[in-house]
């Protein structure tokens, strides 16, 4: 059993930073590969960014490459995501999400991860 708890949304300008934080209650959290998704209001869930447990394999959405970093500190059981230059289409609640699959290179399907956290709002104004 894996609990997640997302932290470090808010709201913020357009262009403006946010760094959220995943922080797991998981034995051997750096077995396990963590993604972010995101649900904007009125669509249906999208992929992110993830990492695997092997932390060199990072995926992104093409939406947030180059704006947004994952990373992860497995001595802290926590896996980051920096988001910089955010805009207004970044706005919806980040899930954040575990998978035992130990896949090279990181998930990008829902399908993948069977942990969810609660999830964190990033509302960006224009």
């Known amino acids: 059993q894996v609990q997640l708890v997302e932290s470090g949304g808010g709201l913020v300008q357009a262009g403006g930073s946010l760094r959220l934080s995943c922080t797991a209650v998981?034995?051997?959290?750096?077995?396990?590969?963590m993604g972010w998704f995101r649900r904007a209001p009125g669509k249906e869930p999208e992929f992110v960014a993830s990492?695997?447990?092997?932390?060199?394999?990072?995926e992104y959405a093409d939406s947030v490459k180059g704006r947004f970093t994952i990373s992860r500190d497995n001595a802290k059981d926590t896996v980051y995501l920096e988001m910089n230059g955010l805009k207004p289409d970044d706005t919806g609640i980040y899930y954040c999400?575990?998978?035992?699959?130990?896949?090279?290179?990181?998930?990008?399907?829902?399908?993948?991860?069977?942990?969810w956290g609660q999830g964190t709002q990033v509302t960006v104004s224009s």
């Open positions: 999400a575990a998978s035992s699959l130990r896949a090279i290179p990181a998930g990008t399907s829902q399908r993948d991860y069977v942990y």
């Open positions: 998981a034995r051997s959290f750096s077995s396990y590969t």
């Open positions: 990492i695997a447990w092997i932390s060199t394999s990072i």
